[in-house]
């Protein structure tokens, strides 16, 4: 495990070897309300510049890049922080777009320039035309129009958040094109990006230092070079934010024993989606956990010793203990 201490600023830094933190798509949506944004949004503003945001926890495997790859981190905890603070990005940049095209002299002022484009900078990186860009099927590169992008900070696919995500972007300038996903407005990401545009400041002093202390926010970037160990330190950890239901839990523990069991990760999210395909309600998954074990514990594969019946209070150890028993056999 390796820990370290970064603003913001410097995880998304415009210059030298630039990290890019990528949520796997097996992950959970974007799941952050009015209350988590508008707490944010005062963290920011009232605390003193530097307010710490909480560890970011990654898998990065070193020994796997290769030359002239990008450098993705791929987020296991921080994806609402990290997503959120893009969005709040957004809105600042399309305010500052706003008022140089009101005040044409601002796209010729030196300091507006460089604050303006350090935003799109740490929202994409732009790679190059398509015909000059060889490595066309990397993991987390797309286009848009003629040109390879990389997200700096990139959503799941759960509830279509990378479209919307991809279509906040070309919304608000910033990518040329992007498709424009059914019902974007009535989903929590874009939603959140239309609470930031009614919330932050619209002068040009309130906006630069909002900027400032968003690029001061402090986090502890923790890596680990395998999902498993990263999901393990995941469950440890006491969490701000949306907690994890049972469901969540047990999906992590069941895809990094699958992994190192030499299983395919991406093969096992598609088995685990076709089940929660049945089930899109949190609820009725949890539920179904509990009288799966309670109907088929007569089977010697599914008993657990001294576990007579399935409650709340006991269905993560129960499945924790069958994931590790035989976690494909539980999956198929």
Not at 28 to 39: A, G, I, L, M
Not at 94 to 122: H, Q, V, W
Request: aromatic share 12%; proline share 4%.
């Amino acid at each position: 495990m390796k820990s370290t201490e970064h603003t913001y600023s410097s995880l998304l830094a415009t210059e030298g070897g630039q990290w890019h933190f990528h949520v796997p798509r097996f992950q959970r949506q974007y799941v952050w309300r009015k209350n988590n944004w508008s707490k944010l949004l005062e963290d920011i503003q009232d605390d003193e510049i530097g307010h710490y945001m909480g560890s970011i926890i990654c898998v990065f495997d070193e020994s796997a890049l290769t030359p002239g790859s990008e450098l993705i981190y791929e987020v296991v905890d921080g994806q609402q922080r990290l997503i959120t603070i893009s969005i709040l990005l957004c809105a600042i940049y399309e305010k500052l777009t706003y008022m140089a095209n009101e005040s044409p002299s601002l796209k010729e002022n030196e300091d507006f320039i460089i604050k303006r484009n350090g935003i799109k900078k740490r929202l994409i990186k732009q790679l190059g035309h398509n015909n000059l860009y060889s490595r066309k099927t990397e993991w987390g590169l797309f286009s848009s129009g003629d040109i390879r992008y990389c997200l700096r900070v990139q959503p799941s696919t759960q509830e279509k958040n990378l479209d919307d995500y991809k279509y906040i972007l070309k919304d608000v300038a910033i990518l040329p094109e992007a498709q424009d996903p059914p019902y974007v407005g009535n989903r929590r990401l874009y939603k959140s990006l239309e609470y930031f545009r009614d919330h932050i400041p619209s002068d040009m002093e309130g906006l630069y230092d909002l900027l400032e202390r968003i690029y001061n926010l402090t986090f502890i970037h923790i890596t680990e070079a395998t999902q498993a160990k990263a999901f393990m330190l995941f469950e440890t950890l006491n969490y701000r934010g949306v907690p994890l239901s049972a469901v969540d839990i047990i999906k992590n523990k069941m895809l990094a024993t699958l992994e190192q069991k030499g299983e395919d990760i991406d093969d096992s999210y598609d088995k685990w989606q076709v089940l929660l395909n049945y089930l899109p309600e949190d609820k009725d998954q949890d539920r179904y956990l509990r009288q799966f074990y309670n109907a088929f514990k007569i089977n010697p594969k599914i008993k657990v010793p001294n576990i007579s019946r399935a409650t709340n209070s006991n269905v993560i150890t129960i499945y924790e203990w069958l994931i590790k028993k035989d976690a494909k056999f539980l999956l198929t």
